[in-house]
């Protein structure tokens, strides 16, 4: 299982949902972890004094994905204090519904930044570090793909943008033997999402399993990407939704 021991890994928005999933198990498997997080300073700190009882690595740093100067410096910094960075999770996302005429020009402004402006900017400051075997990965959104509920004209544009990126930077990345990968989860059970919401029985109903993900399936996907064994998986979308788009 130690198939990451001496790779080191930053999980952006690790301190709560499907990052902290991510953290825990790239720390498990043997990475060296650090995750980022935006206001809960306490419940970021726990999750890292947690993974280190199990006998892991990891710290959190405070780094709002809306601030592209802190996303930069969290790359910089953790290559700087570690000597290195083989994996970036750019998970941090936010999560603006609403009817179309009713989101602000502010919404769309943190949308744009912490949705696709950090997932780059991120991944321009980690291509100055990451070695042959590097792997960035993306957390999207099912509902890039099938944005069957109304309210999502927002997000999904984000989420959708992810797909670009992805391919894009595959292509340039490739020559260098980094991979860069999509994942899009379907309804997994967070605080954004929890199984137990109002709306939970109709999201379920349109996948063909009839449940929420918990943080831990779409983790152990992104982990899989994150090993050696995926080496030859990029530019790829993986759809870890229950069958949501099927
Ligand atoms: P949660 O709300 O459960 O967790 C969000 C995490 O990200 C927290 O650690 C939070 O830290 C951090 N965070 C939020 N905003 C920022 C920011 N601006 N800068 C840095 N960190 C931030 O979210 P999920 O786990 O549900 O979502 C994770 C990703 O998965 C997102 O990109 C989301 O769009 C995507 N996704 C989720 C689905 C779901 O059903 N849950 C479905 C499809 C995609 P803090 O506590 O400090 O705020």
């Known amino acids: 299982e130690n198939t990451l021991d001496g790779k080191v890994a930053l999980v952006t928005g690790g301190s709560r949902g499907i990052g902290a999933a991510v953290a825990?198990?790239?720390a498990a498997m043997g990475a060296d972890v650090t995750l980022t997080y935006r206001s809960d300073r306490e419940r970021a700190d726990a999750l890292a004094d947690r993974i280190r009882r199990d006998g892991g690595r990891a710290t959190a740093v405070r780094a709002d994905s809306a601030?592209?100067?802190?996303v930069t410096a969290a790359v910089d910094g953790v290559a700087a204090d570690r000597g290195r960075l083989d994996i970036l999770v750019?998970?941090?996302?936010?999560?603006l519904l609403g009817p179309v005429e009713q989101l602000t020009a502010a919404?769309?402004?943190?949308?744009?930044?912490?949705?696709i402006r950090a997932p780059f900017v991120a991944s321009q400051a980690a291509v100055r570090h990451l070695p042959a075997g590097g792997r960035i990965i993306?957390?999207?959104?099912?509902?890039?793909?099938?944005?069957?509920?109304?309210?999502?004209?927002?997000y999904s544009m984000s989420k959708t943008a992810l797909i670009g990126l992805t391919k894009a930077l595959s292509r340039e990345l490739g020559p260098r033997a980094v991979t860069v990968n999509l994942v899009n989860p379907g309804p997994t059970d967070t605080d954004a999402n929890p199984a137990d919401g109002p709306n939970a029985e109709a999201i379920s109903a349109f996948t063909a399993l009839g449940?929420?993900?918990a943080p831990a399936d779409i983790a152990a996907a992104v982990a899989f990407l994150a090993t050696p064994e995926a080496r030859y998986i990029t530019g790829a979308t993986l759809n870890v939704d229950g069958g949501f788009t099927s």
Do not use: W
């Open 90 to 95: 750019n998970n941090a996302g936010a999560f």
């Open 24 to 26: 825990s198990r790239l």
């Open 211 to 213: 449940h929420y993900a």
């Open 67 to 70: 601030d592209p100067a802190a």
């Open 107 to 115: 919404d769309v402004e943190q949308t744009v930044a912490v949705n």
């Open 138 to 154: 993306n957390i999207g959104s099912n509902m890039a793909e099938r944005a069957i509920f109304p309210g999502f004209s927002l």
